[in-house]
Every structure is written in structure tokens, then in C-alpha cells.
């Protein structure tokens, strides 16, 4: 298993999430992750767009419905 941002072999356990699935940090980077996440993450140019549709007051309904990210996450 690697660092899915840095690509190090270097990781360590580090706990578990909500529902049992372990969670491991990289000791390069620190970043934070599971193996074989479920969710997928979004691309930097969908957060641009939730950006200006926020600046033109948008409701977050809305906003969700637009891009296909849930309420919760925005």
C-alpha cells in the first residue's frame, strides 16, 4: 500500500472511520486515507464552480442538484 498524494510506502495505522474501515497516515506527508475509499473525490474544477455559484447566492439545494455533490458535503 502507498500514499495515494506522495506515492511513499511509509505509512503507519492510524485508526479507523465511522464504519470500522481501517484509516492510515503517511509519515512523509501526513496525509490521512483509507484503502479502497467508497466515495470518489472531487475535482478541483467542480469546487471552482461551487465557488461562483456561491458568490452569486445560490441555495445550496441548488447547488447540490448543479454539481451531484450532497447537501451534507458542501
Known amino acids: ?3 495515494p498524494t506522495c506515492n511513499s510506502k511509509h505509512i503507519k495505522k492510524n485508526g479507523s472511520i465511522h464504519n470500522g474501515k481501517q484509516k492510515y497516515a ?3 506527508c501526513g496525509r490521512q486515507f483509507v484503502e479502497n475509499p ?3 473525490r472531487i475535482p478541483q474544477y467542480i469546487w471552482e464552480i ?3 455559484l456561491l458568490l452569486e447566492k445560490m441555495p445550496i439545494a441548488g447547488i ?3 454539481t451531484g ?3 451534507p458535503w458542501l
Do not use: L
Open 26 to 28: 503517511c509519515k512523509d
Open 50 to 52: 461551487v465557488d461562483k
Open 38 to 40: 467508497r466515495n470518489k
Open 69 to 71: 455533490i450532497s447537501k
Open 1 to 3: 500500500m502507498e500514499c
Open 64 to 66: 447540490s442538484r448543479v
